[in-house]
């Protein structure tokens, strides 16, 4: 089965703080993506990668960067959270040609204070 | 863009009733995928259609692709409260369009009351 993990499940941050969120899967897939969750908006993608060092912007980049320096583990990187940032964040990944189904984690709920 | 639209947003039934959930868009799709998503967790993906005017069974549900890859609906049966979910539709790109991105619908939250 594949396996995608998250570092935590719940978070609790302040304003301004310097937050990662991990993400590692174990099925060797070359893309890996970050959303975000929030009632009524849907899920909302933030940065994804298709490669090792590779990254693209995705639909709401802002506030958000992210690492990959190997290929199972995928970091996003709250530079200096905002209570707008208080959601849901969900990691998938999914292999790089044919349907494109995606894998996600169990998710981490954010909050900012 | 791409978009893609769950119709009900929102749909509360008594256990025992069926149900049909669609999901439309403008856009061609290489390939459509139902996921659910219980609360707090991830979604987990339940199929995937692939073919214009596919039909896939899951037990109870019963998923289908329009002929011209731009639709897809989920029939539910008979449904259990553990159907109780958010259920999402994503669309896949075509391989080679430069993509790997899949366009999801914002999801219909179904609440089955036993």
């Known amino acids: 089965d594949v396996k995608v993990t998250q570092s935590s499940r719940y978070l609790v941050k302040r304003t301004g703080e310097k937050v990662f969120l991990e993400c590692v899967q174990d099925?060797?897939?070359?893309?890996m993506f970050w959303y975000r969750q929030d009632p009524g908006l849907g899920l909302r993608l933030i940065y994804f990668?298709?490669?090792?060092?590779?990254?693209e912007k995705g639909d709401i980049p802002e506030g958000y960067s992210v690492s990959r320096e190997k290929k199972e583990r995928f970091s996003l990187i709250l530079e200096s959270a905002s209570t707008n940032q208080t959601s849901m964040y969900l990691c998938?990944?999914?292999?790089?040609?044919?349907?494109?189904?995606?894998?996600f984690g169990p998710g981490t709920r954010l909050t900012v204070t | 863009t791409q978009l893609l639209e769950q119709s009900p947003q929102f749909l509360s039934i008594q256990e025992g009733e069926n149900l049909t959930v669609y999901c439309n868009s403008s856009?061609?799709?290489?390939?459509l995928q139902w996921y659910r998503q219980e609360p707090g967790e991830g979604p987990v993906l339940l199929v995937t259609?692939?073919?214009?005017?596919e039909v896939k069974k899951l037990k109870r549900l019963t998923f289908q692709f329009g002929d011209a890859r731009k639709d897809s609906s989920l029939h539910i049966t008979a449904a259990q409260p553990g159907d109780t979910g958010l259920y999402l539709c994503?669309?896949?790109?075509?391989?080679?369009?430069?993509?790997?991105?899949?366009?999801f619908g914002k999801g219909t939250k179904l609440s089955v009351i036993p």
């Open positions: 994503a669309g896949a790109p075509f391989y080679g369009a430069g993509s790997y991105q899949l366009t």
């Open positions: 099925m060797d897939h070359e893309n």
């Open positions: 856009s061609v799709f290489s390939s």
């Open positions: 990668s298709y490669d090792v060092k590779m990254k």
């Open positions: 998938a990944s999914t292999v790089l040609a044919g349907v494109y189904e995606q894998y």
């Open positions: 259609v692939v073919t214009g005017g």
